[in-house]
């Protein structure tokens, strides 16, 4: 593929992420909507030679969104898909692609989600430490009553985001300190903190500092090899240390616009 067909290729992918991203935000789809989507897609992707393994954990998730369980029948950690043809492979990589025997690093694997993709150690441990001061700028000046006020408050969100940090540095901890722990899955609506009694919000941004303070102190000097020791998650598979701090860092900072927006009443 010559130069242009390769930007040109670049501004599709950017463009389709960002579209998803878009329509994800604007348009949240119902568990129906989804299941049959599922449905609709399935028989052409078996058409088009897709593993039969694939097609069958999809069927399973459409059962699943029609029932409204919280719980998947199966393994679905582990999802890959060939560079060289296009095959995607529920589980481990193979060493060989079983469609065109391209090898084992012509897989990518497909992350649950896009903030569990790695960051540089240096710059997550520069983001992490500078975040609370962030926040901490935001909500100068801001009222306790304002805080509790809006569609989401303010106070919930610091509530969410000082959640994230007791989940997500707890997890970093036992995976350093424990060989593969075991990384119990949390519904996202369940991370926060204030559930007996509710925080105000500068208590909140004072355990945001108080608790980056700790986490920095203890992984900005991690060796290489510490860095990727790995925790068993029940939903995304092994994930190392510099990927769940990796998450904790994009997941800060996809909240930075709301937590701005409702300081300012919007």
Do not use: K
């Not at 390769?6 to 501004?11: F, G, K, P």
């Not at 710059?123 to 801001?142: D, I, K």
């Not at 995304?236 to 510099?242: A, D, E, L, R």
């Amino acid at each position: 593929m010559d130069l242009g067909g390769v930007l040109a290729a670049r501004l599709f992918r950017a463009a389709a992420r960002g579209e998803e991203a878009r329509r994800s935000e604007q348009h949240p789809r119902s568990n129906e909507d989804i299941a049959h989507a599922i449905e609709d897609i399935v028989p052409r992707l078996e058409g088009a030679g897709q593993a039969p393994a694939l097609a069958a954990a999809m069927r399973r998730v459409a059962a699943m969104l029609r029932s409204n369980e919280d719980r998947f029948e199966g393994d679905m950690a582990e999802l890959h898909v060939c560079h060289t043809c296009g095959r995607a492979m529920v589980g481990p990589a193979p060493d060989q692609c079983p469609s065109c025997g391209g090898g084992v690093l012509s897989f990518e694997r497909v992350l649950p989600i896009y903030f569990l993709e790695p960051l540089p150690t240096e710059w997550l441990t520069a983001t992490l430490a500078e975040f609370p001061e962030r926040v901490a700028g935001v909500c100068r000046g801001v009222s306790e009553e304002h805080a509790g006020s809006g569609e989401w408050p303010l106070r919930d969100i610091l509530s969410h985001l000082v959640g994230a940090q007791r989940l997500l540095a707890g997890r970093a901890v036992r995976t350093l300190e424990e060989d593969e722990p075991e990384l119990r899955s949390i519904a996202s609506t369940a991370v926060t903190v204030g559930a007996e009694h509710r925080p105000r919000a500068a208590e909140l941004v004072a355990e945001l500092r108080t608790g980056r303070e700790e986490l920095v102190g203890r992984f900005a000097h991690l060796t290489a090899e510490q860095w990727q020791r790995v925790g068993l998650h029940g939903e995304w598979g092994p994930i190392t240390i510099q990927q769940q701090l990796s998450y904790l860092a994009r997941h800060e900072h996809s909240h930075l616009g709301h937590l701005e927006r409702a300081a300012e009443g919007r």
